[in-house]
Every structure is written in C-alpha cells, then in structure tokens.
C-alpha cells in the first residue's frame, strides 16, 4: 500500500546548517525536501541502484520554495511528498515540511525529469517504474490540490 502522502522518516536539524542569523539557511530546507523525495523515488524503484544498474535517473528541472516559518537547532522535523501529477518522463510533485509539533515550516513544489545517463537526455520511464508511478499518483490521487500548489513569484501591485 502506499501512504498518502508519503511521510519521511524524522529528520534532525544539524549545527552547521544553522546561519548567522540564528536559524535554519534557506538552502537546507531543500535538503530536507530531497532526502524526503529520495526515499519516496526509491519507493519508486528509482534510487541509487536505479542510476548504478540501469544508467536511469532523476534531475531536478524547477523547484518553488515558500519558506513559512523559521526552524532553529535542535528542532525536527517531517517531509511529505504528494505526487500532483506525471506523464511518461515527468513528475510534479509537492511537498510539505511540517516541525514534530505539527506546524508548517516550508513548502516545495518540483518539477522532476527522467534520465537516460547515456545522453545525459530526457527519456520515458520503464515500464515497471511507470507502473510505480502511477500506482502512486493514483493512490494520491484522493488528496486535495493544496492550496499553496501552483504558486509563482511576483511582487503584487496595487
């Protein structure tokens, strides 16, 4: 069966990762989200194996950080990740970053590519990853659209 969202395991904020300011640097809150996605593409049949045995894998094409509330040392923390939607070489994925406390710390929206290594170029999933894929976005599938999905950059004008 598989979870919907899938849930990351907990995950502890580290001491360097921790800026001048006092919390948590904006560029480790991706690192929280890809070691949440890296476990739900293993589900998927698409981890490290994936990339030594078959020369396939995944690129990151775009991502979309909201950075909602601070995280400091000494915080932990779970990722979500909410498969939106796929065709035969890309997943649009969602994810949530929620403190052990139950708040919202971040969001990520990606845009994900599959790779054939030999190019490296853009290529259709296996069929038996495929079959992964979209056994996960069906099970998905009944969650919301969340609200912060979709989101884009701009500065509103009165």
Not at 36 to 53: Q, T
Not at 69 to 83: K, Q, Y
Request: net charge neutral; aromatic share 10%.
């Amino acid at each position: 069966m598989i979870a919907a969202p899938f849930v990351s395991k907990v995950m502890d904020i580290q001491k360097d990762w921790i800026d001048y300011n006092g919390h948590l640097n904006m560029a480790y809150y991706n690192v929280l989200f890809d070691k949440c996605s890296d476990d739900a593409f293993e589900l998927l049949g698409m981890g490290p194996a994936y990339a030594k045995e078959r020369k396939l894998t995944v690129y990151t094409a775009e991502a979309h950080i909201c950075y909602v509330r601070e995280l400091h040392l000494g915080d932990a923390v779970r990722a979500t990740f909410h498969l939106l939607d796929h065709d035969e070489k890309r997943l649009r994925s969602y994810q949530e970053l929620h403190h052990i406390d139950g708040w919202l710390a971040a969001t990520s929206e990606t845009l994900t590519l599959h790779i054939d290594m030999s190019g490296p170029k853009v290529a259709p999933f296996p069929p038996d990853v495929f079959d992964k894929v979209k056994a996960m976005r069906a099970a998905h599938e009944s969650l919301p659209m969340p609200a912060r999905a979709g989101r884009s950059i701009g500065i509103k004008r009165k």
